[in-house]
């Protein structure tokens, strides 16, 4: 361990003089050449990747066993010995999108073409295709690099529409926009991890011919009532036959969020290409 440094030093970054291995003024530290070593460095990296990867797992897995318990600390100011919920958002969001074989918060040309706005989303893609001299197929194939791309960077426009309803379903239970913002962001998390990467991997397994329309559904649906009503007692502290009131709504609410989301991204998509 080093010992404090008795001579006076010169902070780099503030000017300020100081005795020890930081400056009073502004915190700097004092690099001494024992750290600038190879084994300082490993020692440095593996401490963060150690720490970080604990944060974590513990994160996610509370996001699955206890849903809403991450929003309650992080909204009541317990927040050190958590990862935060947005940056577990992203680091789920980035692995999905490197197999995004479940249509959750990506949205190829085929689901487009299957949601309710189909009727409406067809003469702008015969026009786009007519326009651009392609044949459906290679449209196709253009258009689903184009909307991933845009669907990374677009995803929170989900939880901000998701978290509309939650101002008005929950007005009375003291909770703060920005903590709907959170609740949303830890809901998305927890459909990031069940609904699309570990379904992914079971598409990927081969168990994908058993994933029709109709069981994903069912398990879209199911997934998020746990979510919701495990949360809506945690969080927002609902009890009885209100809860189960509103768990069923926020799924109707949550699917008008995801067909917004996705018309949005359909559209910005479209006028890019």
């Excluded at 809901?187 to 168990?207: D, E, P, Q, W």
Aim: glycine share 6%.
């Amino acid at each position: 361990m080093d010992l404090p440094d008795t001579s006076v030093i010169t902070c780099k970054s503030c000017g300020s003089t100081f005795r020890g291995n930081y400056c009073n003024q502004c915190g700097e530290k004092v690099i001494k050449a024992s750290e600038r070593s190879f084994k300082t460095f490993l020692n440095n990296v593996l401490i963060s990747i150690t720490f970080a990867d604990s944060k974590m797992i513990k994160t996610l897995w509370l996001v699955l066993k206890k849903p809403g318990f991450i929003s309650k600390e992080f909204a009541e100011g317990r927040r050190v010995n958590y990862l935060n919920p947005t940056s577990l958002f992203f680091v789920l969001n980035l692995i999905y999108f490197f197999f995004p074989l479940i249509q959750l918060f990506n949205a190829s040309l085929n689901t487009q073409l299957l949601s309710p706005f189909r009727s409406f989303y067809q003469p702008i893609i015969a026009h786009k295709i007519v326009n651009l001299g392609m044949e459906l197929s290679s449209f196709s194939l253009v258009y689903n690099l184009k909307t991933t791309g845009f669907a990374k960077l677009m995803v929170m426009i989900f939880v901000f529409i998701g978290s509309l309803p939650l101002n008005f379903l929950y007005r009375k239970r003291n909770r703060f926009f920005t903590d709907h913002i959170g609740y949303l962001v830890e809901l998305a998390c927890f459909n990031l991890f069940v609904n699309a990467i570990v379904l992914s991997i079971l598409a990927a397994f081969g168990l994908g011919r058993f994933l029709n329309e109709e069981i994903l559904t069912t398990v879209f649906i199911s997934t998020n009532l746990y979510f919701l009503l495990r949360s809506g007692r945690v969080f927002y502290g609902e009890r009885g036959w209100r809860l189960f009131l509103k768990a069923g709504l926020m799924i109707l609410f949550l699917k008008v969020a995801l067909e917004v989301y996705r018309a949005i991204l359909f559209f910005v998509t479209i006028w890019s290409l």
